[in-house]
C-alpha cells in the first residue's frame, strides 16, 4: 500500500507542479547567483580542503576540518572535471549547492504529505522554494543545503513506517553528522521516537542495536580520522567537551584549541544560549514564517499523532 502511495504521487498531476516549482526555484536562484564572486570565509575553507582532497586522492594527514562531509563531495565532484582555472572550480561548488537545495523540494513534498493534502504540500515546497534566506543561503557554497537535504529525507523515510527505511533513514542521519555534526541531535531524537513507537514489542531492541550500528559505522573512519590528526575535533570529542563546558565551570584561557573551537566565547551560559536561541530563531522567520508560525502552532497541536511527535 505505501508502495502505491509512492506510485500515485509521482503519477498524479500535482507531482508536475512539484517538478515546475523545482524548475522555478533552480532558475530563481540563478537569477541572484553572481558566477564572478569567489567563495569566502567558511565556505572558503570547504573549498580548499575539498581541493586538497581531489589532489592527494586521500583526506590531508597533516590537518582536518569537523565538518569535512560537504569538502568529500566537491572532491568527488572536482575529479569529473578539467577546469583551467580556480574560479570554475568554486562556480561548481556554487552551483552544486543551488541544485542540492533545490532538490529538497521533493522529498519535503513528500514529508508534508504524510501531514497534508496534495494542495496544502504545494503550498509548503512553494513556501521553500521562496524563502529569501533559504535562497540567499543556497547561493553561499556552504553545507546547509546538503545538511537540509539528508535531513528531510531521513524524517521521511523515517516516519514511513518500513523497517528498511527506518534503517536507510539511520545511515542517512549518519550522513548528516559527517556534514554537520548538529546531526548526532536527531540521531537521538530519532532513536527516542524508535523506542516510543515500538515499546510493546519484545524483539524490538534489536532493531536499536542495528539502527545504532548503522550509524556509527557511517560516522567513526571520519571521527577516527579528525581525532588521529586533530585531537579534540571529532564529533563524540566536540560532544564530551560542550558537556563538559556545560556541567563544569571553566577559565577560557585553560582550554585547549580544541575545546577554544567548540566555544569560541569567554564562558558558557546556558541562559545565554536560550536568549540567543530565540533571538535566532525569531530573526531566521522574518519575513514569511513569522505570519504563518502562529497559525500553524494552533493546527499542529490538535490531534497530536505518532508523526507529529517526531517533529517536536
Keep these: 500500500m505505501k508502495q502505491r502511495f509512492e506510485f500515485k504521487e509521482i503519477r498524479n498531476k500535482t507531482f508536475f507542479f512539484v517538478i515546475f516549482i523545482c524548475g522555478f526555484s533552480i532558475l530563481y536562484r540563478l537569477y541572484f547567483y553572481d558566477n564572478s564572486m569567489p567563495v569566502l570565509m567558511d565556505s572558503l575553507n570547504f573549498f580548499s580542503y575539498a581541493t586538497d582532497i ?25 575529479s569529473l572535471f578539467n577546469f583551467e582555472n580556480t574560479q570554475s572550480y568554486m562556480q561548481l561548488q556554487n552551483i552544486t549547492s543551488i541544485i542540492i537545495s ?8 513528500f514529508l508534508s504529505r504524510i501531514f497534508f493534502e496534495r494542495k496544502y504540500s504545494l503550498i509548503v515546497i512553494c513556501l521553500f522554494a521562496l524563502e529569501p534566506r533559504i535562497i540567499q543561503n543556497s547561493l553561499l557554497g556552504t553545507t546547509e543545503p546538503l545538511y ?44 527516542l521516537m524508535l ?27 571520519i571521527a577516527i580520522h579528525n581525532e588521529e590528526i586533530s585531537p579534540g575535533s571529532s564529533i563524540f570529542s566536540r560532544v564530551v567537551i560542550t558537556a563538559d563546558l556545560f556541567f563544569t565551570s571553566q ?60 517533529l517536536i
Design 148 to 191: 537540509l537535504l539528508c535531513l528531510v529525507t531521513s524524517l521521511f523515510l523515517f516516519l514511513k513506517n518500513n523497517d528498511k527505511l527506518i534503517y536507510l533513514s539511520f545511515i542517512i542521519v549518519g550522513l548528516a553528522t559527517i556534514i554537520r555534526p548538529e546531526g548526532m541531535f536527531l540521531f537521538f531524537s530519532m532513536l
Design 251 to 310: 577559565d577560557y584561557s585553560e582550554l585547549s584549541s580544541g575545546e577554544q573551537s567548540i566555544n569560541n566565547s569567554p564562558g558558557f551560559s546556558f541562559t545565554a544560549g536560550v536568549n540567543n536561541f530565540s533571538k535566532f530563531l525569531g530573526w531566521s522567520m522574518i519575513p514569511m514564517f513569522i505570519i504563518l508560525l502562529p497559525i500553524g502552532f494552533i493546527l499542529f497541536f490538535r490531534k497530536l499523532s505518532y508523526e507529529k511527535l517526531t
Design 54 to 78: 581531489h589532489v592527494l586522492g586521500n583526506l590531508p594527514e597533516n590537518y582536518t576540518v569537523a565538518k569535512p562531509g560537504w569538502s568529500i563531495l566537491l572532491a568527488g565532484l572536482f
Design 195 to 221: 523506542i516510543f513507537r515500538f515499546r510493546k514489542e519484545k524483539k524490538s531492541i534489536i532493531k536499536y542495536f542495528i539502527v545504532g550500528f548503522l550509524f556509527f559505522i557511517v560516522i567513526t573512519p
Design 102 to 109: 533545490t532538490i529538497i523540494i521533493f522529498p519535503l513534498y
